[in-house]
């Protein structure tokens, strides 16, 4: 299966068992990830907030982007 471009996802944090799950969403298309901890979690949606175009491989549960310029030039 190729990789999917994720165009939304969804994030919940259940407070009382302290874990997250993440839904991503490709051309409609729900893939929920497996329950995780607060470090992950976390690692997670900085990636998902901060970075585009992101990819999900379902087969193999990678999340990528791609072809990320090196750095990012800070603006005065």
Do not use: C
Not at 8 to 34: M, R
């Amino acid at each position: 299966m190729q990789p999917l471009l994720v165009s939304h996802y969804q994030a919940k944090w259940n407070a009382h068992h302290h874990s997250g799950t993440i839904v991503l969403i490709s051309q409609g298309v729900e893939y929920p990830l497996p329950a995780m901890q607060a470090p992950e979690f976390h690692a997670l949606i900085d990636l998902l907030r901060n970075e585009r175009p992101i990819y999900f491989d379902p087969t193999h549960g990678d999340i990528f982007t791609r072809n990320e310029m090196v750095g990012e030039e800070e603006m005065d």
